[in-house]
């Protein structure tokens, strides 16, 4: 999960809405959960529900961006003043650290060297957005209509960015700038940013223009 900084700002948006123009600015167009590219369909995501705490529909530090399946599994899931430190957000916290994913089934977790009360809190972010949920089996009606890919789209991510790695490292060193170029704009219209920085980070000059690649990214952190 790509750890962000969408800075402050002062302005109230009302509506809503109009705030997504400035996150898009500030952090790009991705799901800041799932980090699926969500440039069409993009939803603004109150981490304190305004049906919850409607003193801060309008609140810029309240808002991150979210997709239909995070959005509508957290809905409005109680997150308050009183219990916002029992989460990780990727606007306050290391969460490309803090939260792993298998590199077969690509499901999260939290990462192994965290304390216990750490943990507890990356568990409580995966459980409220729903990263964990199972895709259906394959071959199933279940499976064809399901409306919820985001596991799927993980594994489909690590395929490709195992495949465009190898073929980076068998480049000709030469042919690999021009290459390195071609992939990153591929890389942006894409999905899961995380994902591929995990598969692609051993090589600095992929970790490098990665951290380079979208707009906020805390690279304090790296």
């Not at 704009?185 to 940013?193: A, P, R, T």
Request: include cysteine; hydrophobic fraction near 30%.
């Amino acid at each position: 999960m790509r750890p962000v900084n969408k800075g402050h700002k002062e302005k109230e948006y009302n509506p809503y809405g109009t705030a997504r123009r400035d996150l898009f600015e500030a952090i790009g167009s991705y799901c800041s959960y799932c980090e699926r590219n969500i440039h069409i369909g993009s939803e603004i995501e109150h981490v304190q529900p305004k049906s919850k705490v409607p003193e801060k529909e309008y609140s810029w530090d309240n808002f991150l961006l979210g997709c239909k399946n995070c959005n509508s599994t957290k809905n409005n899931k109680t997150v308050d003043d009183d219990n916002l430190n029992d989460f990780v957000w990727p606007d306050i916290d290391d969460t490309y650290h803090m939260v792993q994913y298998d590199p077969v089934t690509l499901m999260p977790s939290p990462a192994p060297y965290l304390s216990n009360s750490d943990k507890a809190r990356v568990n409580r972010l995966i459980s409220l957005v729903g990263l964990d949920k199972i895709m259906p089996k394959e071959d199933t009606q279940d499976y064809e209509e399901a409306r919820d890919t985001r596991v799927e789209d993980r594994i489909q991510s690590a395929k490709e960015a195992r495949h465009y790695k190898q073929e980076y490292l068998n480049l000709p060193q030469d042919m690999q700038p021009v290459y390195l170029n071609i992939l990153m704009d591929m890389i942006k219209k894409s999905h899961n940013w995380s994902i591929w920085m995990h598969e692609m980070e051993d090589i600095p000059e992929l970790r490098a223009a990665l951290l380079d690649l979208l707009p906020g990214t805390r690279k304090e952190f790296f």
